[in-house]
């Protein structure tokens, strides 16, 4: 098995399901110390044994002081994975000034969060070390970058959250940092299969939701932790500032 990420510390929110938790697996199995949060402690405890190079914490992205002192218990990371977020379903019209409060803290400024607490212990590593040090935010090319009905809250986010790593990007390139916006399809975690259980017509919806894919499925969280591993890796040490698309071919 290669160690792509040997040597390195890589920090995943809401690692315990979905793509999160095979991101940390999939990062893990590639040699890296990973620390996995969550707000669910139950979930948590399956991961951390799943791996002997796992470690969890308890964390709400939604909470500054927790944020900045798991920042100052974990000290420098090289990776930060914030994966955190959720989908609010609706048009302009549907959209409560709850569902879009709510879907811009956990999806845009829990990332501000994070990375403000993480950011400067991870220049001074890449300034010691005179490496680089990578952020991977969750972004979606759901209305993001490709429009879709009844997710006007979720796009807005979405497209924030490419606004928001660019602006790194370009902020502290010349300090080592990369940051990168991860833009999946539709995949097939805890998340969408609750969506489609909670529709008028949970059949169809799971229809609907692979006829969008060109490929024909949807995709796994298998198909997108490799791109977290490659992102995290020295291997994309010359990609910055970019929402790269593993989509199944949606935005062809």
């Given at each position: 098995?290669?160690?792509?990420l040997a040597g390195k510390t890589i920090l995943i929110t809401a690692a315990a399901q979905?793509?999160?938790?095979?991101?940390?697996?999939?990062?893990?199995?590639?040699?890296?110390?990973?620390?996995?949060?969550?707000?669910?402690?139950?979930?948590?405890?399956?991961?951390?044994?799943?791996?002997?190079?796992?470690?969890?914490?308890?964390?709400?992205?939604?909470?500054?002081?927790?944020?900045?002192?798991?920042?100052?218990?974990?000290?420098?990371?090289?990776?930060?994975?914030?994966?955190?977020?959720?989908?609010?379903?609706?048009?302009?019209?549907?959209?409560?000034?709850?569902?879009?409060?709510?879907?811009?803290?956990?999806?845009?400024?829990?990332?501000?969060?994070?990375?403000?607490?993480?950011?400067?212990?991870?220049?001074?590593?890449?300034?010691?070390?005179?490496?680089?040090?990578?952020?991977?935010?969750?972004?979606?090319?759901?209305?993001?970058?490709?429009?879709?009905?009844?997710?006007?809250?979720?796009?807005?986010?979405?497209?924030?959250?490419?606004?928001?790593?660019?602006?790194?990007?370009?902020?502290?390139?010349?300090?080592?940092?990369?940051?990168?916006?991860?833009?999946?399809?539709?995949?097939?975690?805890?998340?969408?299969?609750?969506?489609?259980?909670?529709?008028?017509?949970?059949?169809?919806?799971?229809?609907?939701?692979?006829?969008?894919?060109?490929?024909?499925?949807?995709?796994?969280?298998?198909?997108?932790?490799?791109?977290?591993?490659?992102?995290?890796?020295?291997?994309?040490?010359?990609?910055?500032?970019?929402?790269?698309?593993?989509?199944?071919?949606?935005?062809?």
């Open positions: 098995m290669t160690q792509r979905g793509i999160g938790r095979a991101s940390a697996l999939a990062c893990a199995a590639q040699g890296a110390q990973v620390i996995a949060t969550d707000i669910n402690q139950v979930l948590l405890q399956t991961l951390q044994q799943d791996s002997a190079r796992i470690q969890t914490h308890v964390l709400d992205v939604r909470d500054t002081d927790a944020v900045q002192a798991l920042a100052h218990t974990v000290g420098d990371v090289d990776a930060l994975f914030n994966c955190a977020g959720m989908v609010a379903n609706g048009t302009l019209l549907e959209c409560s000034e709850a569902d879009w409060d709510l879907s811009f803290d956990l999806n845009v400024k829990s990332m501000y969060r994070m990375t403000q607490a993480f950011l400067p212990s991870m220049l001074a590593k890449a300034e010691r070390t005179q490496g680089s040090v990578s952020i991977i935010n969750m972004a979606s090319m759901a209305s993001s970058i490709k429009g879709f009905a009844n997710r006007c809250a979720y796009g807005a986010s979405k497209a924030a959250v490419i606004g928001l790593t660019k602006s790194l990007a370009a902020d502290y390139v010349k300090q080592g940092l990369r940051a990168n916006a991860l833009c999946p399809g539709t995949v097939d975690t805890p998340s969408l299969r609750g969506r489609i259980a909670s529709a008028a017509d949970p059949v169809q919806a799971e229809k609907d939701f692979i006829a969008r894919q060109p490929m024909g499925r949807l995709a796994t969280v298998e198909d997108i932790a490799p791109m977290v591993v490659y992102l995290a890796s020295d291997e994309s040490r010359f990609v910055t500032g970019q929402a790269l698309l593993v989509d199944g071919g949606v935005t062809i």
